[in-house]
């Protein structure tokens, strides 16, 4: 993939990570500290999404006082964790346990899901912890408004435009959040709550920016990337390399597709790696996945010769509604306005030119 899809999606997940809350976040709720907001965690766990399995607390396991909107029936997802002596264990489960609550600021509102936050870990957690807690909430909840703000702010045209560009802004923006965390929480807990994500996205970064890199070949880029793996925690290794050797897969499948391979002559493919029930699944998987594009693709086709009707923009829109209705069902209208988006998308950056 080029250069500058890479670059574009990358931002577009970026904003699209800012909007899950930002519209709702209500004014600054001031939570009292039971103690200090910013102590040091005792031995933090790190832990990469690969590693994240919420481990149940030595503490009694309480139910939510009240179902937040959207919440029932859910577990409450991360684990609040602490030491011999009773104080709050910083990891990446505490941050879970925090974003599950916050997920439902958008349908409760703010105080209703730090109220619900807050009786949860009542009924798991003693003194000193709670008061660790209900302080670290404080800085968290200052934290998610300055990050969502951070991240909502728009590329410049030239940005927009231009890959390398894109990178660079990309770069700031991490840097950026990264300042905007230690501002917030000591180096520990930010260690602790975002290492993880800090190191993952410093490898996304770093192989954009090989990528981009005009003086290496495509071995000297292979062999940079390496070493940026190499940089990663052992767990996170591990699934990105077997998420790369999945990728690799997928587009050895891609090509067969595309040559007019059989599905049998794609099966033996994908059987020299995989066992026979994941072959059948993958099968399956990209089965449906052909089909869907050859939807969307039959979509876009009929969009182009709708446009060019001469309909007035509103019958367009009622017209390019209808046809959606009738190419895919309701799960699948989010994927379609995704596609439409970065269609979008690249069609003004080959208008603005190289």
Known sequence: ????????????????????????????????????????????????????????????????????PGMSGTEVDGALRTDSAGNLQLDLALRDYFDYFLSAVDQAGLDASVEALLADAGGRLQEPALGQLIGLLGDYLEYKRASLALLQQPLSAHQQAQPQAQLVALQQAFDNLA??????FSPGAVEALFGAEEAYSRYILGSLAVLAREDLSEQGKAAAQQRLREQLPAAMRASEARQ?????????????WREGASEEQVRQSLALTYDPSTVERLLLEQRNERAWQQ????????????RSTGLSPADQQH????????????????????????????????????
């Open 295 to 306: 939807r969307y693709s039959a979509y876009r086709e009929q969009l182009a010769t709708l």
């Open 1 to 68: 993939m080029a250069l500058r899809s890479l670059v574009s999606l990358a931002v577009m997940a970026i904003g699209a990570a800012a909007l899950t809350l930002y519209w709702q976040w209500p004014e600054p709720v001031v939570v009292q500290a039971g103690s200090a907001s910013k102590a040091e965690p005792v031995a933090p766990v790190i832990a990469s999404p690969a590693m994240r399995q919420p481990a149940p607390t030595a503490d009694a396991q309480a139910t939510p006082p009240a179902l937040l």
């Open 179 to 184: 300042q905007l965390r230690r501002s917030h």
């Open 244 to 256: 790369s050797q999945a990728q690799m897969q997928q587009a050895q499948s891609e090509r067969l």
């Open 319 to 354: 017209e390019q509604e209808r046809l959606r209705q009738r190419l895919f069902d309701a799960a699948d209208q989010h994927r379609v306005d995704t596609y439409d988006a970065i269609a979008a998308k690249q069609q003004v950056s080959e208008t603005a030119g190289p």
